[in-house]
């Protein structure tokens, strides 16, 4: 439950890991991932988590870790921001990641808290982890799409982004993590009433203005291997899987609501699905008939939730 809550005046504070910092299309470093098995035992690319931006990550905090029951993942401090992460399982026996930022220390780099007031809280970047960024890169920009951002200089952490206007709306992170991030918040710092088991992430939902573009991004250059293709109420969909379980479903809106969530942008996310045990019981929840429910976006920080039954 999100009520009776003992909140901490600040998120309790987690050392400074790996080298970091934010996306603004002018340099600098961004949110971490775990880092990748090595060698050969790494699969090419993964898709590591999605970041959700609010005024106080304790907010989102709540949800992720108290209501849908995730476990604490890495966090730190950075530049302008506070990262945490709340790991789930996922569809397929592996974990993906929701990580939680915060503007801090906005003298520093200001790029979180741009974001915030230009768009509120709500989806900032998808992040994949990848074996080798060169030859990612090369593949990626080999394909017409021009990277930004490129920091291949720190031995233990390198990285690069695709703009939102190449990546449907979305920042896409791609990022070599040979090192190991801190710790993230310590769970006993908070009094939360949590799930008793924790939801499963199935899926983060796109919707996007041109299906087949997406589709060549996310399939061909990000490596996303197609598992399912169909039509629903929402519009028609592609539904993309990495090896490690985390999937996006690229959604071509026909529902007039989803199209108007869209509006005239190229893309943006519409939902995230969590499998749970009764989705009636997380608070915020309305139920949107053949059982399924959905918690909306401004009752969720700017992130629709859609909940399915386990």
């Known amino acids: 439950m999100v009520m009776a ?3 901490p005046s600040a998120m309790p504070a987690a050392p400074t890991g790996l080298r970091r910092g934010a996306f603004d299309g002018s340099g600098g ?5 775990r880092p990748m098995a090595p060698g050969g035992d790494a699969p090419p690319i993964d898709l590591d988590h999605l970041a ?3 005024e106080q990550a304790f907010d989102n905090f ?8 995730g476990r604490v993942g890495h966090g730190g401090h950075d530049p302008g921001f506070h990262w945490s992460q709340v790991v789930f399982p996922n569809a397929t026996g592996g974990e993906t990641a929701v990580e939680l930022l915060e503007p801090e220390h906005v003298h520093e780099h200001d790029f979180l808290r741009r974001f915030l007031d230009r768009n509120g809280p709500g989806p900032h970047h998808v992040t994949f982890r990848v074996r080798d960024l060169a030859a990612r890169l090369a593949a990626v920009e080999g394909l017409g799409y021009q990277a930004v951002s490129v920091d291949l200089e720190h031995p233990s952490w390198k990285q690069a982004f695709l703009h939102p206007k190449q990546s449907h709306g979305i920042v896409v992170q791609l990022s070599q993590s040979d090192g190991e ?7 006993s710092a908070f009094v939360l009433p949590r799930a008793a088991l924790p939801a499963e992430l199935r899926r983060v939902t796109l919707a996007v203005a041109d299906h087949e573009a997406a589709l060549d991004l996310f399939g061909v250059a990000l490596g996303g291997e197609q598992r399912a293709r169909g039509e629903d109420v929402d519009g028609s969909w592609a539904d993309l899987v990495w090896p490690g379980g985390g999937a996006i479903r690229l959604l071509a809106p026909v529902d007039p609501a989803v199209a108007a969530w869209v509006g005239m942008r190229i893309g943006r996310v519409h939902h995230v699905v969590f499998a749970v045990d009764e989705p009636a019981a997380v608070p915020g929840a309305r139920p949107r008939g053949e059982g399924a429910w959905e918690v909306p976006p401004e009752h ?6 859609r909940l399915v039954r386990r």
């Open 181 to 187: 991030p801190a710790p993230g918040p310590d769970p």
């Open 62 to 69: 709540a949800r992720y870790f108290a209501d849908l029951g």
């Open 5 to 7: 809550l003992a909140r």
């Open 52 to 54: 959700v931006a609010a």
């Open 300 to 305: 969720n920080l700017g992130t629709r939730l």
């Open 29 to 33: 470093r961004a949110a971490d991932c």
